[in-house]
């Protein structure tokens, strides 16, 4: 049974924002090992390059670890799949005329829509886009109560 409000937002996230509802931070959330993540072979080569580009910097903002290995490998796929298919649009249009003489759009304008939603959807959690990342405050790693001397004292 599905658990009724919003989708809670990692801690990660929450403390890279500085926790703006001042609420506790959950101490007990899983802490997965944020070691270097392989890129997995099964991936589209323009999957592989997007791969390249973000996951060092996910890695360092804390949001991307080794669990996390099915999202971003999604959305790197999502990704490919995206340009492949506006590149497509760009050479050949985005309607044809078929053989009884009506316009039709070409499966392409579906495909990248389709993926350009799936990539949203999953950048969000990784606080790839725009207004997700606007709430994010860079450097920002104190939890619990915000005390300064916490900070200080590295607990």
Not at 28 to 53: D, G, M, S, V
Not at 113 to 135: A, C, D, H, I, W
Request: hydrophobic share 30%.
């Amino acid at each position: 049974m599905a658990t009724p409000g919003r989708k809670p937002k990692p801690t990660a996230l929450k403390v890279l924002e500085g926790n703006p509802g001042k609420r506790p931070l959950n101490s007990k959330e899983p802490k997965p090992k944020t070691t270097r993540l392989k890129c997995p072979e099964w991936l589209e080569e323009e999957a592989k390059k997007e791969w390249k580009r973000l996951a060092k910097p996910l890695q360092q903002m804390g949001v991307l670890t080794e669990v996390d290995l099915m999202p971003f490998a999604g959305y790197c796929q999502a990704y490919a799949r995206w340009k492949e298919a506006e590149e497509f649009i760009t050479k050949h249009g985005s309607i044809v005329k078929t053989p009884s003489g009506y316009w039709q759009q070409v499966p392409q304008v579906s495909i990248a829509q389709t993926n350009l939603k799936l990539m949203v959807k999953v950048g969000e959690q990784f606080g790839l886009t725009p207004s997700s990342r606007s709430r994010l405050i860079a450097g920002e790693t104190t939890q619990g109560n915000g005390d300064p001397m916490e900070s200080i004292l590295g607990m």
